[in-house]
Nanobody
Framework: QVQLVESGGGLVQAGGSLRLSCAAS????????KAWFRQAPEKEREFVAA????????DYADSVKGRFTISRDNAKNTFSLQMNNVKVEDTGVYYC????????????????WGQGTQVTVSS
């Protein structure tokens, strides 16, 4: 069983930066593929970024490319999302996700999910 706990959400002004972290528990979780998704009010959960088990591959939604960076530290069993130059439309609940083999841009690829952390960007 893998448990994921997000941290780092909060209120930030447009143009600012925020760093989200996700701590994973479970002895094999360090080798899992990881991802971030977000969900705005009354909208479906959408893909933000993903990183494979080794860190050798990353993928981003077009809306965050060049602004967000996903990274992982397998020794600490954590992964992060650095958010720079944030926009009002980045507001939402951010969820981290993990899967032993699945890797992709839809929620169906990931078995384990965190509870979510709120990010609010003000204009």
């Amino acid at each position: 069983q893998v448990q994921l706990v997000e941290s780092g959400g909060g209120l930030v002004q447009a143009g600012g930066s925020l760093r989200l972290s996700c701590a994973a528990s479970g002895r094999s979780a360090s080798g899992y593929n990881k991802a971030w998704f977000r969900q705005a009010p009354e909208k479906e959960r959408e893909f933000v970024a993903a990183i494979n088990w080794s860190g050798g591959r990353t993928d981003y939604a077009d809306s965050v490319k060049g602004r967000f960076t996903i990274s992982r530290d397998n020794a600490k069993n954590t992964f992060s999302l650095q958010m720079n130059n944030v926009k009002v439309e980045d507001t939402g609940v951010y969820y981290c996700a993990a899967d032993r083999s699945g890797y992709g841009t839809t929620t169906a690829f990931y078995e384990y999910w965190g509870q979510g952390t709120q990010v609010t960007v003000s204009s």
